[in-house]
């Protein structure tokens, strides 16, 4: 009788699993892409609010800095709460703030409505992410998170072009109007298929560790942020710096010794997580900064009209799906190692040879260059997360999450910051100003970033030949051989 239902329940499992990772990756492509879209439509959205477009900035800049703040404490609300609950909420809160967005007619207005849709995105991401953790065997990880890892990787590319699209042939209030049906059907399904989990549900808030946690990546990721201004103060910045560093080193001290702290540094003990986090963050911040500097530089650089730039751009995008089709192949080869460490320099070479691009470049070497780079940053974003949880005991699942995450996060926002930073350090090279930024500027900028990214390989360069060979399947690739 058992061995005539086990199939069956197998069967039921891997459904249900399925339909939990494409849910996820849904709703991490709603929460991703609304933080790249709204950068072509700025320009329409500050006339309907009566502002300078570069005012709008504080949209992008509230929505960043919520995520960043609230991130941390989604492993608690999920123990705490449940899976089913917070991730649910998460969706409701969400749907609902982008509908205030579209609504709003004046720039406060649209900045709190954007911080109410940080705090759902800020949800939704790592506590998604652990219920596909949770749902998943070690030996289906590296297929569930190639899925979740693609929204990551597409709605940076294609967030800009469409935006456009959508601010061009109709209004950009539909930016946010679009999330609603998604967001419904996202709640639905849910309420129906997501288990209500809890690891601990006595587990105490940690407002201190909150509160320094939060100052901490506020200060510094807009310190950043001003850093890549003209118009910088750089007292201001200074301060901010200060203050930054100083909560960040507070925060540290006070994780590593508290019981129960809002961020788990636990996981850090586990050498492949560890890895993933260090090195690993200086990838994302490098590979981060290529979809903001890639439309500027052919917009201001080269002179194109934003619909042939979103073109070009469009071939990274090209690039992640094309390399999702042999992920798995080429990890079950290798393994973790040698592609993250191989990948991880083709992947900087690819940024260093936009450095060479120029107006005059033929587009055809212009795509072939967005291509590969395209499928070295699918390939690298999808092994680096798939091996950070590769060896993290179930019991640390929750603290592991929330802490990738908020790094994840930090070094997104850090990627953008850093592009623009390098921008201005190839401005001053060159002896220009914001208004008179050329193709070389360019180059600097990308040379810099291409060097952060190499810097990265060093670090993965540590992990053992072996790491995650569970997930990753290479120990049975070898048995086969044999």
């Given at each position: 009788?058992s061995s005539?239902?086990?199939?069956?329940?197998s069967?039921e499992?891997?459904?249900?699993?399925?339909?939990i990772?494409?849910?996820?990756?849904?709703t991490?492509?709603?929460?991703?892409?609304?933080?790249t879209i709204?950068?072509?439509?700025?320009?329409?959205?500050?006339h309907?609010?009566?502002?300078?477009?570069?005012?709008?900035?504080?949209?992008?800049t509230?929505y960043l800095?919520?995520l960043?703040v609230?991130i941390?404490i989604s492993?608690?609300?999920?123990d705490?709460?449940?899976?089913?609950?917070?991730?649910?909420?998460?969706?409701?809160?969400?749907?609902?703030?982008?509908v205030?967005?579209g609504?709003?007619?004046?720039?406060?207005?649209?900045?709190?409505?954007r911080?109410l849709?940080?705090?759902g995105?800020a949800?939704?991401?790592?506590v998604?992410?652990?219920?596909?953790?949770?749902a998943?065997?070690?030996?289906?990880?590296?297929?569930?998170?190639?899925?979740?890892?693609?929204?990551?990787l597409?709605?940076?590319?294609?967030?800009?072009?469409?935006?456009?699209?959508?601010?061009?042939?109709?209004?950009?209030?539909?930016i946010?109007?679009?999330?609603?049906?998604?967001?419904?059907?996202g709640?639905?399904?849910?309420?129906?298929?997501?288990d209500?989990?809890?690891?601990?549900?006595?587990?105490?808030?940690?407002?201190?560790?909150?509160?320094?946690?939060?100052?901490a990546?506020?200060t510094?990721?807009?310190?950043?942020?001003?850093?890549?201004?003209?118009?910088?103060?750089?007292?201001?910045?200074?301060?901010?710096?200060?203050?930054?560093?100083?909560?960040?080193?507070?925060?540290?001290?006070?994780l590593?010794?508290?019981?129960?702290?809002?961020v788990d540094?636990?996981?850090?003990k586990?050498h492949?997580f560890?890895?993933?986090?260090?090195?690993g963050?200086?990838f994302?911040i490098?590979?981060?900064a290529?979809?903001?500097?890639?439309?500027?530089?052919?917009?201001?650089?080269?002179?194109?009209?934003?619909?042939?730039?979103?073109?070009?751009t469009?071939s990274?995008?090209?690039?992640?799906?094309?390399?999702k089709?042999?992920t798995?192949?080429?990890?079950?080869?290798?393994?973790?190692?040698?592609?993250?460490?191989?990948?991880?320099?083709?992947?900087?070479?690819?940024?260093?040879?936009?450095?060479?691009?120029?107006?005059?470049?033929?587009?055809?070497?212009?795509?072939?260059?967005?291509f590969?780079?395209?499928?070295?940053?699918?390939?690298?974003?999808?092994?680096?997360?798939?091996?950070?949880?590769?060896?993290?005991?179930?019991?640390q699942?929750?603290g592991?999450?929330?802490l990738?995450?908020?790094?994840?996060q930090m070094?997104?926002?850090?990627?953008?910051?850093?592009?623009?930073?390098?921008?201005?350090?190839?401005e001053?090279l060159?002896?220009?100003?914001?208004?008179?930024?050329g193709?070389?500027?360019?180059?600097v900028?990308?040379?810099?970033?291409?060097l952060?990214?190499a810097?990265g390989?060093i670090?993965?360069?540590?992990?053992?030949?072996?790491?995650?060979?569970?997930?990753?399947?290479?120990?049975?690739?070898?048995?086969?051989?044999r």
């Open positions: 009788m005539s239902t086990t199939p069956s329940q069967d499992t891997k459904h249900g699993s399925s339909l990772v494409s849910l996820v990756a849904a991490f492509f709603m929460e991703n892409l609304d933080g709204i950068a072509t439509a700025m320009p329409q959205m500050a309907s609010f009566g502002v300078h477009p570069a005012d709008m900035s504080l949209g992008i509230a800095l919520t960043a609230f941390p492993g608690w609300a999920a705490r709460f449940g899976l089913r609950t917070v991730f649910g909420s998460a969706i409701a809160v969400f749907t609902a703030a982008s205030l967005c609504a709003t007619s004046t720039l406060p207005a649209f900045a709190a409505a911080v849709q940080g705090i995105g949800m939704m991401v790592p998604g992410r652990l219920a596909v953790l949770r998943t065997p070690k030996d289906g990880l590296m297929r569930a998170i190639a899925i979740i890892t693609w929204p990551g597409v709605a940076p590319v294609i967030g800009p072009p469409l935006g456009g699209f959508i601010t061009t042939y109709s209004s950009w209030r539909w946010f109007y679009l999330n609603v049906p998604l967001g419904l059907i709640l639905l399904l849910t309420l129906r298929h997501i209500n989990v809890r690891e601990d549900a006595n587990r105490r808030f940690d407002f201190a560790g909150f509160v320094l946690c939060g100052i990546c506020t510094l990721l807009y310190a950043m942020e001003l850093i890549g201004r003209n118009d910088a103060s750089w007292s201001m910045i200074g301060a901010l710096v200060a203050v930054g560093v100083a909560t960040g080193i507070a925060s540290w001290r006070y590593i010794r508290a019981t129960q702290p809002v540094l636990s996981a850090l586990v492949t560890a890895v993933a986090m260090g090195g963050s200086l994302r490098a590979i981060s290529a979809p903001f500097l890639l439309p500027l530089m052919f917009q201001v650089g080269f002179g194109m009209n934003a619909f042939m730039s979103g073109l070009l469009l990274v995008f090209a690039g992640n799906l094309a390399m089709l042999v798995t192949p080429v990890m079950r080869r290798f393994g973790f190692r040698p592609v993250l460490v191989v990948n991880g320099l083709i992947a900087a070479l690819s940024l260093a040879a936009m450095s060479l691009l120029a107006p005059s470049t033929p587009t055809l070497v212009i795509v072939v260059v967005l590969v780079s395209g499928l070295s940053r699918s390939l690298q974003f999808t092994a680096l997360n798939t091996l950070s949880f590769a060896d993290v005991p179930k019991t699942m929750s592991a999450s929330a990738s995450s908020t790094l994840f070094s997104m926002g850090v990627g953008v910051a850093a592009g623009a930073i390098a921008l201005r350090i190839g001053w060159h002896g220009h100003d914001a208004h008179s930024i193709p070389d500027d360019f180059g900028a990308f040379l810099i970033v291409a952060i990214g810097l390989v670090d993965l360069w540590r992990l053992p030949k072996d790491a995650g060979a569970l997930v990753s399947g290479h120990v049975k690739g070898k048995a086969a051989e």
